[in-house]
């Protein structure tokens, strides 16, 4: 399982010696890095982006954490982020509960003052003392968080709720239809059918879309998965024996969280699908 790392600097020279100590570490093997950036917490309390490593899929995780940690909590591109996202604070969090937890946020902004500098990576490692004492060395502090399942566990939760929405309104429908049936002149019977007809919709259009979103998410998984095994494989293609194990030991690792969080946000799809049959 991969793990975001935000590296905390005091200043921007620190910053860019952080990043290159941790493309050495990738180079030895002792970790691997998918992708990079490097930001600054401003007077204003604006993050800005100063550099950014590794476009495309492997660069999602990233790419998406810097995107949103700029929406939450401002910079040149933060109103962009927010509107993308619902336009607000609120919104934003909501998108990063996505990919990182609170406690990790809360952490990240306590050590991230403004004025200070961040290298934020996305890495595999076995251990945290080689990141965490070259670090140190140069004045940064490490934190981190596992990269888990957020977001199919946030989907898989969403489409179960609207599930049993469609469901429960389908029912009462039947009701009402059952009440207007019976008593041909009962007007209230008649509204409250058109009503939940409505709501009907409504509950199909938003689990329709929560389908939509759930498949681009397996697709962006899947390119995700891909492009770092080819990271990985080049890491290991000149390395010493001890770092080819290792890279394949993470090589197995991503396959197998790449198949859990498959087969639960597939299933999840599957029954999502089928409730939309009826």
């Known amino acids: 399982m991969s793990k975001f790392a935000v590296i905390v600097f005091p200043d921007e020279t620190s910053a860019y010696e952080g990043l290159h100590r941790l493309q050495e570490l990738h180079a030895e093997g002792i970790l691997s890095v998918y992708g990079t950036g490097v930001v600054q917490r401003e007077a204003g309390g604006d993050i800005r982006t100063l550099k950014r490593n590794g476009e495309g899929p492997i660069g999602f995780g990233v790419g998406a ?27 934003v969090r909501d998108e990063l509960h996505m990919i990182v937890s609170d406690e990790f946020l809360e952490r ?18 076995q251990w945290v003392a080689p ?34 929405t469609l469901a429960q309104r389908t029912a009462e429908r039947e009701l009402a239809k059952a009440e ?27 689990l329709t879309s929560m389908a939509s979103r759930a498949e681009k998410c397996l ?23 001890w770092v080819r194990s290792y890279v394949e030991e993470r090589i197995a690792e991503i396959r197998k969280d790449y198949a859990e969080r498959k087969q639960k946000l597939t299933r999840a799809n599957e029954l999502t699908h089928e409730a939309l049959r009826y």
């Open 65 to 91: 954490l810097v995107g949103g940690l700029i929406g939450l909590f401002g910079g040149p591109i933060g109103a962009a982020v927010g509107a993308a996202v619902g336009g607000a604070a609120g919104g």
């Open 108 to 125: 990240v902004e306590q050590r991230l003052s403004t004025g200070r500098f961040a290298v934020i990576a996305e890495i595999s490692e």
């Open 131 to 164: 990141l965490d004492t070259r670090m140190a060395e140069i004045g940064g502090t490490v934190v981190r968080e596992e990269r888990e399942a957020f977001a199919e566990e946030l989907l898989e939760k969403r489409m179960s709720a609207r599930r049993a």
């Open 180 to 206: 207007h049936a019976a008593d041909s002149a009962g007007s209230e019977a008649m509204s409250r059918e058109r009503s939940l007809e409505i709501e009907i919709e409504d509950a199909r259009w938003k």
């Open 219 to 241: 697709d962006q998984m899947e390119q995700e998965l891909n492009a770092k095994i080819q990271a990985l494989q080049a890491q290991s293609a000149d390395a010493k024996p």
